[in-house]
């Protein structure tokens, strides 16, 4: 069987609209997991998904024969993992469901400020912790939410919203993608953002 050729992006925007598009695409293919339905079952999963990737990957180094396997394997388990937590914001977000295109503009901005070396550093490790506190922090706030004598719509966090850290956690995923296929370090554009 013929290798289909690689898109090489040429600057690190590129690289990140790139794999949002590959998100958002199968997400018009309604590419869903089966407790779409279901916001609790559907933030379990999303813990679960996470538990079982970080056991299997959390300092694996793949062999010379199987890096690029290795790579695309995390790549796909990154984009099934943005469209779990797209489909949640529908659940615990306030804000119409963004898409993963949408996120680019924050990341972006964030890329601007920490750099390249905060993810570079550690890899997917780091990420794999990132996601990790993001994924707890989504819990917790899920759980306060539900609990909260105030009710689910008067219940607010006294720091960062419940959009922002799922908007978080899609952005970590979309920089998995590109650590994954060995693009965080590409060269950023020019002001790209108003």
Known sequence: MEKIPRINPASWDNAVLLQAERIDHLRTLEVRHPSYNDADALLNHVRAEYDDFAANW?????EDNEGDAAAEAC???YQAMAILVLDLVRF??????PTAQSVYPLLRSKMDDY???????FGRDGLLVRLHDKIARLENLAHLRATTSMGTDSYHPNHESVDDTLRDLIGYCLIGCLVEADNWTLPLTPSPLP
């Open 58 to 62: 959390y300092g694996y180094v793949p």
């Open 75 to 77: 790549t796909l388990w």
């Open 115 to 121: 750099g390249y070396d905060n993810i570079q550093r």
């Open 92 to 97: 615990y977000g306030h804000s119409p469901t």
